[in-house]
């Protein structure tokens, strides 16, 4: 029994899957799978519809199965073997306004009715098509519908007019329309989304399986032989291997630092806690923590503020922002340079600006550090290696409390970056 079902399984995922190749993009192929399973479901219950009218004496709804079979149904398996996929949308979506409407009028039946099939299938062109190709497909339903009502309306009647009915037909159809592009809408954004994390995550790993082994072959290999020149007296070689160790260890921490401060910008549950902060007083706090690392460049951070600022903000997720903006500024600043943090209260918000006078970065290039869809990363004036993360990390904090991240900078001559905090009641 479990080796039948199995046959059963491989029968049904092999039509499924014909001809449709596996390295095909995911929502393209779930498109063409799709249109194999509605043909082959089609032409099953067209088999069965064959005996049960042939049975009933329908020889005219009898030949119309074997015809829809041979017309539809056979052009469909072709087309989907020589991937003529867009072709094969076409031929499938319209044959059932077509057929259902070529049908019912030439032999219509008011016990079946058949025209009510039309607004359940009518989901297909939503799925199988988007834009103005969808609109068009989709309007010839209720179309074919309305038609049929209309004219067999005329023949048993011998008039046309409007009934309470053709609303509540109306309505339905464009209830239909409503909630399919929307779930569709919904189901293609989250893909996209997924599509883009995993990317990401891929990029992530690709530097962290770079970035990391350097500094930590450097660490090993230094402090192995630091053994040596300890057993040896060498001072001279124990102080510089202590340099080394030291630098590897700043680097190991500041690219654990940007992957932390990123997988919390990332993450669903993240939430801001927007409470009144000193913003002085927490920029202050950044500086004073920045200046390790300015220290070594020999680089002057200067915050000259005439009176406290006080701001309605995230406190963690401002220190983030701030420390990631003056890094970046320390790192792409010439030795023996300054940097000039500011703050501001500008058109009913406040801001804190991060003056470097630096190397500066090209229009083309502020739009890829700020691009979500892509990671750049550059070296900075004494080869410093970033992940490229920085600045969207700085971009996605001030979005989730209300506030935005702007840049301004010119070549050569340095970068401007301004925090902007919403005015909050």
């Known amino acids: 029994m479990l080796k039948e079902n199995n046959k059963i399984l491989r029968l049904i995922n092999w039509i499924i899957n014909f001809g449709v190749p596996s390295d095909l993009a995911y929502l393209e192929s779930r498109k063409y799978k799709l249109i194999n399973l509605i043909v082959s479901s089609v032409a099953l219950f067209l088999i069965i519809f064959f005996f049960i009218n042939i049975a009933q004496s329908n020889y005219f709804l009898a030949a119309s199965d074997i015809a829809m079979l041979i017309l539809v149904c056979v052009p469909s398996w072709i087309l989907q073997y020589k991937k003529k996929y867009v072709a094969n949308l076409v031929l499938i979506t319209s044959a059932f306004f077509v057929y259902t409407t070529a049908l019912t009028l030439l032999n219509y039946d008011v016990n079946r009715q058949t025209e009510h099939v039309l607004p359940a299938i009518s989901i297909m062109a939503i799925f199988l098509f988007d834009g ?3 609109n068009l497909l989709y309007i010839f339903f209720p179309i074919s519908f309305f038609t049929i009502r209309f004219v067999t309306m005329y023949e048993t ?16 159809f464009l209830a239909i329309y409503t909630i ?8 293609t954004s989250f893909y996209k989304t997924l599509v883009k994390s995993n990317q990401t995550k891929t990029k992530l790993l690709r530097i962290m399986s770079h970035d990391l082994r350097n500094p930590f072959n450097s660490l090993l290999g230094t402090s192995k032989l630091q053994a040596k020149f300890i057993e040896s007296g060498d001072m ?16 190991i921490y500041n690219l654990t ?5 990123w997988s919390m910008s990332q993450s669903d549950s993240l939430k801001s806690k927007i409470e009144k902060i000193n913003l002085t007083d927490l920029t202050k706090q950044v500086i004073d923590f920045s200046n390790i690392t300015a220290v070594h460049k020999e680089i002057k951070i200067e915050f000259n503020p005439t009176s406290p600022i006080f701001c309605y903000c995230d406190n963690i997720m401002t220190q983030i922002c701030l420390r990631n903006i003056i890094m970046n500024a320390i790192k792409f600043s010439s030795r023996e340079s300054k940097i000039i943090v500011s703050q501001h209260i500008k058109d009913g918000s406040y801001e804190i600006h991060v003056q470097d006078f630096g190397v500066g970065i090209s229009n ?3 739009e890829k550090v700020f691009d979500d869809t892509t990671i750049h990363s550059s070296y900075g004036t004494e080869n410093e290696k970033g992940t490229g993360l920085g600045i969207k990390i700085c971009k996605e904090l001030m979005e989730h409390q209300g506030g935005k991240l702007l840049a301004e900078s010119t070549i050569n001559l340095g970068s401007l970056f301004k925090l902007q905090f919403p005015v909050k009641f």
């Open 157 to 172: 009647t011998g008039e046309i007019k409007l009934e309470l009915i053709h609303l509540i037909y109306f309505i339905e």
């Open 132 to 134: 103005w190709k969808k």
């Open 180 to 187: 399919t592009s929307f779930f569709k809408a919904d189901m």
């Open 364 to 366: 083309e290039d502020i």
């Open 257 to 261: 630092q940007t992957l932390l401060d």
């Open 236 to 251: 001279e070689k124990l102080k510089l291997s202590s340099t080394v160790i030291n630098s590897s260890a700043n680097k």
